[in-house]
């Protein structure tokens, strides 16, 4: 938001360019184009990212995030875009030390670099401590105008949002599920039972309690809003159990081989049985499954 602000009062004229996949939205970037009034572009990566998430070339930072090779897949799509539509330069607003693993100035120089930027990735934020770019040689951007933040404080860029009128702004932390250790936890795990997992698993991961007996996923509603979420997620091959009157858990078992559906019902029906409240016990818990 700082950087398209900081290049705006210097007369440009900008595109607005976010990204959607399984691990993330655009809600927040939608809110923040809205607030700057600049258009704004919504790419869907979500097939290719999902397979670079698994087997990132520069591997995960503290959990299961790519920070680098996400960054790079979103810099070769904005290359993409800049060269088929003549656009003059790509700007984004990393800030150079913030981030320990993704914007060290290392980092930096490698998205530049194998992007295929090289030249025309400017960081307005931090433009005064990197190499000038071809956008300031050719006076497209005043190079002295820029700023030279550095480092993981925040206060300067806090007091320039207040400066220039940005009343909200996202936390730091960005929207990626990628990078709750929590989820991340669970994404591993379904990794290690399923490698070839599908974006409509990943789905099953943001909601419900997770259980697994061997290779087969078991996922227990919380509460009706998880309980309906579950069952318009469920697709063929599924088996959905519930509670047919007693207000209590959904279960979704997914990737059970019809020889093990026995054992795995039975299995989900506990869980049932724990979840409803024991007030409801003696009046008898009837269980009803469906197969899809």
């Known amino acids: 938001m700082l950087a398209i602000r900081l290049l705006e009062r210097r007369g440009l004229d900008m595109v607005g360019l976010t990204f959607v996949s399984y691990f993330f939205n655009a809600e927040i970037p939608i809110k923040m184009s809205q607030q700057l009034n600049v258009p704004l572009r919504v790419a869907d990566i979500s097939l290719e990212h999902l397979d670079m998430v698994k087997q990132p070339h520069y591997g995960y930072g503290k959990n299961m995030n790519p920070c680098l090779d996400c960054h790079l897949m979103m810099l070769r799509r904005a290359k993409q875009i800049m060269t088929e539509e003549g656009f003059d330069f790509v700007a984004t607003g990393e800030v150079l030390g913030e981030r320990p693993f993704s914007q060290n100035l290392t980092a930096l120089n490698l998205l530049e670099k194998e992007s295929g930027l090289t030249g025309y990735l400017l960081r307005p934020l931090s433009a005064k401590l990197l190499p000038s770019t071809i956008a300031e040689q050719k006076g497209?951007?005043?190079?002295?105008?820029?700023?030279?933040?550095?480092?993981?404080?925040?206060?300067?860029?806090?007091?320039?949002?207040?400066?220039?009128?940005?009343?909200?702004?996202?936390?730091?932390?960005?929207?990626?599920?990628?990078?709750?250790?929590?989820?991340?936890?669970?994404?591993?795990?379904?990794?290690a039972h399923w490698l070839k997992a599908s974006g409509d698993d990943i789905q099953l991961l943001k909601y419900g309690r997770?259980?697994?007996?061997?290779?087969?996923?078991?996922?227990?509603?919380?509460?009706?809003?998880?309980?309906?979420?579950?069952?318009?997620?469920?697709?063929?091959?599924?088996?959905?159990?519930?509670?047919?009157?007693?207000?209590?858990?959904?279960?979704?078992?997914?990737?059970?081989?019809?020889?093990?559906?026995?054992?795995?019902?039975?299995?989900?029906?506990?869980?049932?049985?724990?979840?409803?409240?024991?007030?409801?016990?003696?009046?008898?818990?009837?269980?009803?499954?469906?197969?899809l």
Not at 225 to 249: Q, R, S
Not at 258 to 284: D, P, R
């Open 210 to 291: 997770i259980f697994w007996q061997d290779n087969v996923l078991l996922v227990v509603g919380r509460n009706q809003e998880e309980n309906n979420f579950l069952n318009g997620i469920a697709k063929i091959g599924d088996i959905l159990v519930e509670a047919e009157t007693t207000p209590g858990p959904t279960v979704l078992i997914r990737g059970a081989s019809s020889s093990k559906a026995e054992l795995l019902l039975e299995y989900a029906k506990n869980l049932i049985y724990q979840y409803i409240k024991k007030e409801h016990h003696s009046s008898g818990i009837k269980i009803i499954t469906r197969f």
């Open 140 to 191: 497209l951007v005043n190079r002295e105008k820029l700023l030279d933040i550095s480092g993981r404080s925040r206060q300067r860029q806090i007091a320039l949002a207040l400066e220039w009128g940005i009343s909200k702004y996202p936390t730091p932390a960005g929207g990626c599920c990628l990078t709750d250790p929590g989820f991340s936890g669970r994404f591993k795990e379904l990794l």
